[in-house]
T-cell receptor, first 113, second 112 residues
Framework: NAGVTQTPKFQVLKTGQSMTLQCAQD?????MYWYRQDPGMGLRLIYY???????DKGEVPNGYNVSRLNKREFSLRLESAAPSQTSVYFC????????????FGSGTRLTVV | GQQLNQSPQSMFIQEGEDVSMNCTSS?????WLWYKQDPGEGPVLLIA?????ELTSNGRLTAQFGITRKDSFLNISASIPSDVGIYFC????????????FGEGTQLTVNP
């Protein structure tokens, strides 16, 4: 039972570089989410996809784009990385909304230098 | 958006002590959830609450859905070193389909 799988686990980027964080779930969940976690600031929602074919902005979408490739996969792209995007990124999924909670991946630790 | 106030922000306790933390909201929530995040991992669901007044246990953990539906509490009894981590509350203020709102977390340190 893999659950939610995120790749890569660690990444160092130079300012201005681009990259895509990958997320896949094998639980047949409809909804998927991208969060960032910074010290003392909890979990902040970047983007989410309530169902396949839809995406919406969360609290902190600036500097990011997402793609819901299919029901299983939801990717997060940084077009031009900035030091302020140094963070730990978590992908999560749920059957539908938050009623039964989210299942989280183990995170991607990103450093932008 | 909806705000959750979680307290305390951090706790330093001795092994064997009991721990209490809580979350409050200005809005009525229909669902309260408690997560634990181990160092270097993603949050994992501990307890889910769906009715006002509900009291639910998971081993040494007990959580309650407040009567006003605007708060929730998590208690850990007889703490052990592996309880170390960040505990998050999360709530949903509408029926199925609505996103969760997360508290800022309580960092728990347990000294052996």
């Amino acid at each position: 039972n893999a659950g939610v799988t995120q790749t890569p686990k660690f990444q160092v980027l130079k300012t201005g570089q681009s990259m895509t964080l990958q997320c896949a779930q094998d639980m047949n969940h409809n909804s998927m989410y991208w969060y960032r976690q910074d010290p003392g600031m909890g979990l902040r929602l970047i983007y989410y996809s309530a169902s396949e074919g839809t995406t919406d902005k969360g609290e902190v979408p600036n500097g990011y784009n997402v793609s819901r490739l299919n029901k299983r996969e939801f990717s997060l792209r940084l077009e031009s990385a900035a030091p302020s995007q140094t963070s730990v990124y978590f992908c999560a999924s749920s059957p539908q909304g938050g009623l039964y909670g989210y299942t989280f991946g183990s995170g991607t630790r990103l450093t932008v230098v | 958006g909806q705000q959750l106030n979680q307290s305390p922000q951090s706790m330093f306790i001795q092994e064997g002590e009991d721990v209490s933390m809580n979350c409050t909201s200005s809005s009525i929530f229909n669902t309260w959830l408690w997560y634990k995040q181990d160092p270097g991992e993603g949050p994992v669901l501990l307890i889910a609450l769906y009715k006002a007044g509900e009291l639910t246990s998971n081993g040494r953990l007990t959580a309650q859905f407040g009567i006003t539906r605007k708060d929730s509490f998590l208690n850990i009894s007889a703490s052990i070193p592996s309880d170390v981590g960040i505990y998050f509350c999360a709530g949903q203020w509408e029926t199925s389909g609505s996103r969760l709102t997360f508290g800022e977390g309580t960092q728990l340190t347990v000294n052996p």
